[in-house]
């Protein structure tokens, strides 16, 4: 389980996160969803420890993260934009990610072959096409068989038959019981994988809770998302 | 410790098959064998050759750690989500970037002597202020890199503390020694130069051989006024401060850091 609790973050005096709760659960995909500028990437940067939160709680399982780094043993994190030494090779790529973690990468092979990288495993990283590229972060995030799962607009730069097969792939993981947490603008897809969703507005969390009740009857996601925030805030 | 050491291997590979360190190890070699070829003594190649890198070195290397630094801003990202503390990713980007630098200024400031077979002991002088030169230069690069955001102004600061570095401070020593030549200028001239690593470099090598002609505009006030315990402190206390002050502060903001 992630637990994120009272968290707040400002840069310069200007608070981005204000106090903001929520569990992830394990078994379950979690969407991370809100306008641009909500907050929703300082609070993912928050947790993997790239940005130090000023007060709150983010702990892995109990584990605080202000502990240590060793809960990064169980995480799988795939960006928004992969980027890797443009001169190493796709080998020497997962090689590095293999010799920082003490646990083997047990699903490698198995994800180079879903993934369809078994071919370029020699081909600089500079070679590779944005897809490519997209397909190996993916497979770095996955390959240790992570217990955390924290994916920031992962289909983004994916075709559409690769995307529909990522995003299997993450519905496959929360089946097998790991807590996954999804940032995304793509609602159609956070409908299709997510069971609970956080809605964050203006660094505070407006809903938290399962899809199905976000939904309400709406047709869908993005219209639940505008009859919320309607209700919330008057027209947009 | 290990995982400092497969870090460092790594980024040591990327800079080997850099096209940047290639060529800037080659503009050496290439400067080397064309300085011994065509120049009328050893001692006129060996002031050609530390002019040479007092002015490339530094240049390259805070430029080149510059714009590293932010290229690889996405990767270095992906590793410290990894089980990794801040100071060995620090560290061994930091590393990588100053042995790739290095290595790639050895080879080509080597190469062209051994291969004309004109290897003199003097050269190691100038390789030891050219691998002082890559240390500071690419700390303040990256210090650079790690303060400013915005791409294209750390580079300008870059750019800018070269400058200064390089040429104004020199001309600015020079304007004030001018002006204040009836007063004993011994002590503040030295504590001048030591605030530009550059400066001392250039003491260095002035201490080794007797370059005072071709050693920029400072050179000859420096060698009246450097005898030669005063000088060699200079140098180990000026090259101390300049490597261990930048790699405090950069290691400190690096660890302070928003990402």
């Not at chain 2, 290639?22 to 006129?44: E, K, M, N, P």
């Not at chain 2, 430029?63 to 990794?84: D, E, M």
């Not at chain 2, 080597?110 to 002991?121: M, R």
Request: one cysteine or more; aromatic letters at 10%.
């Amino acid at each position: 389980m992630i637990e994120i609790k009272n968290v707040r973050k400002s840069f310069n005096n200007r608070p981005v996160l204000m106090g903001v709760d929520f569990v992830c659960r394990p078994g379950v995909v979690t969407a991370l969803i809100g306008p641009n500028s909500c907050g929703k990437s300082t609070l993912l940067k928050c947790l993997l420890g790239l940005v130090i939160a000023d007060q709150g709680r983010l702990a892995f399982d109990n584990f605080d993260i202000s502990q240590g780094v060793e809960y990064r043993e169980k995480l799988g994190y795939l960006p928004q934009i992969v980027d890797f030494p443009e001169n190493l090779t796709v080998t020497e790529i997962l090689e590095l990610l293999e010799s920082l973690r003490s646990k083997k990468a047990i699903k490698k092979d198995l994800l180079l072959g879903q993934l369809e990288l078994g071919g370029l495993l020699n081909h600089a990283f500079g070679e590779l096409s944005g897809g490519a590229r997209q397909k190996l972060g993916a497979a770095c995030a996955l390959m240790f068989d992570p217990d955390y799962i924290l994916l920031d607009e992962p289909t983004a730069s994916l075709d559409p038959q690769t995307a529909l097969a990522f995003r299997e792939i993450i519905s496959g993981q929360a089946n097998r019981g790991k807590t996954v947490l999804l940032v995304s603008h793509n609602l159609s897809e956070v409908e299709q994988v997510a069971q609970e969703i956080v809605f964050l507005l203006e660094g505070k969390v407006q809903y938290f809770g399962s899809v199905k009740q976000f939904m309400n009857g709406s047709l869908n996601l993005e219209s639940a998302l505008v009859n919320f925030v309607t209700k919330r805030k008057g027209p947009l | 410790m290990k995982k400092f050491w497969v870090l460092l291997a790594y980024g040591l590979r990327d800079q080997v098959r850099s096209r940047w360190v290639l060529a800037y190890g080659l503009f050496y070699f290439v400067a080397g064998v064309l300085l011994l070829q065509f120049g009328t003594d050893y001692r006129r190649y060996l002031a050609s050759m530390a002019n040479v890198i007092l002015l490339l070195s530094p240049a390259v290397s805070i430029l080149y750690s510059t714009v590293h630094w932010y290229a690889n801003g996405s990767f270095r990202h992906l590793i410290l989500v990894q089980p990794v503390s801040r100071p060995v990713v620090f560290f061994s980007s930091w590393l990588s970037i100053l042995v790739g630098l290095s290595g790639a200024f050895v080879i080509g400031a080597l190469g062209g002597p051994v291969l004309l077979g004109s290897f003199d002991a003097r050269i190691f002088s100038i390789l030891i202020a050219g691998l002082a030169l890559t240390t500071v230069f690419s700390l303040l690069g990256i210090l650079w890199a790690v303060t400013i955001r915005d791409r294209m102004k750390g580079l300008a600061g870059a750019l800018g503390t070269w400058l200064y570095l390089a040429i104004l401070h020199d001309g600015l020593i020079l304007g004030i020694l001018m002006m204040l030549r009836d007063f004993p200028m011994e002590r503040p001239a030295m504590a001048l130069l030591a605030l530009n690593l550059i400066d001392i470099a250039r003491l260095f090598l002035l201490l080794q051989f007797d370059l005072t002609a071709l050693m920029g505009y400072t050179g000859s006030v420096l060698q009246r006024m450097a005898r030669p315990g005063v000088g060699a402190a200079v140098i180990v206390l000026g090259s101390l401060f300049w490597i261990l002050i930048p790699a405090i502060i950069v290691n400190r903001r690096f660890q302070n850091r928003d990402f």
